[in-house]
């Protein structure tokens, strides 16, 4: 699996590294900004809390250095946004790439058994591990799991930046909250993680097969009436459906 998506792996990863790389120039080009105006100092003070003077910065006027840094913050705002957008356009793409492969892999592996070993399957379960299942695997799970890494390498890059001004405070710190975040992880988010995903299964299994049955005994069900009841049993696999999400 990880040498079919090799390439794509890699390029996600870039992506996220270059949107860290970005978030955390435009944080700092605020920061002078921010601090002038919380300790309510002159303009003056800008340019020795911006620490340009690799530009020669503090020879110019204070007013053209204060327009500089609000350009170039808005510059970087405008290609952050500009990269935001096609980077979420090729995430969206790669990971319907491999939802898509995943099903027709699946498929394949169906088409590969005996009709005696196919007969056994359920139908529900072939669409829901074909379809649900590998678009979950790929936008949640894969999803996720790049959401996370990509805000982990923020987090650690400021969490170097922050060692390096003040290492004592910030190890306790960090310590603290790790701690903090392996019992809420073990004690409560991973039940709930678990039991979720079990009842997500059950209940996409459940609508599939109402479905199924809908489809193909729409005939005998106009004749008798009985849309009704099939519609019932429908909305109550959806209700179980948005409880479950509501908790």
């Known amino acids: 699996f990880l040498k079919k998506y090799k390439k794509n792996f890699i390029l996600l990863i870039v992506i996220a590294i270059i949107s860290n790389f970005l978030e955390l120039i435009s944080i700092f080009m605020l920061l002078p900004i921010f601090k002038s105006l919380s300790s309510s100092i002159n303009l003056s003070s800008l340019v020795d809390l911006a620490d340009l003077n690799f530009l020669n910065i503090s020879s110019f006027n204070i007013q053209i250095t204060l327009k500089m840094i609000l350009i170039i913050c808005f510059c970087i705002y405008l290609f952050k946004y500009i990269f935001l957008l096609f980077s ?61 890494f990509s805000e982990a390498l ?13 290492p004592t405070e910030t190890i306790f710190l960090v310590s603290i909250v790790t701690i903090l975040f392996l019992l809420y992880y073990f004690l409560i988010i991973k039940t709930f993680i678990k039991n979720y995903g079990v009842i997500r299964f ?12 809908i489809i193909e005994n729409y005939q005998q069900i106009k004749i008798y009436n009985q849309s009704v009841r099939f519609l019932e049993k429908f909305k109550s696999c959806n209700k179980i459906f948005n409880l479950m999400q509501a908790r």
């Open 202 to 213: 059950k209940n996409d299994m459940a609508r599939i097969k109402v479905l199924n049955n």
């Open 154 to 166: 923020f987090i650690i890059i400021l969490l170097l930046i922050f060692i390096i001004i003040k």
């Open 88 to 148: 979420n356009y090729f995430i969206s793409r790669s990971l319907f790439s491999i939802s898509t492969s995943n099903a027709q892999d699946l498929i394949n592996i169906y088409f590969k058994k005996r009709y005696s070993e196919y007969s056994k399957v359920d139908r529900s379960q072939i669409i829901q591990n074909t379809i649900n299942e590998s678009a979950n695997f790929a936008f949640h799970l894969l999803g996720s799991l790049l959401t996370i």
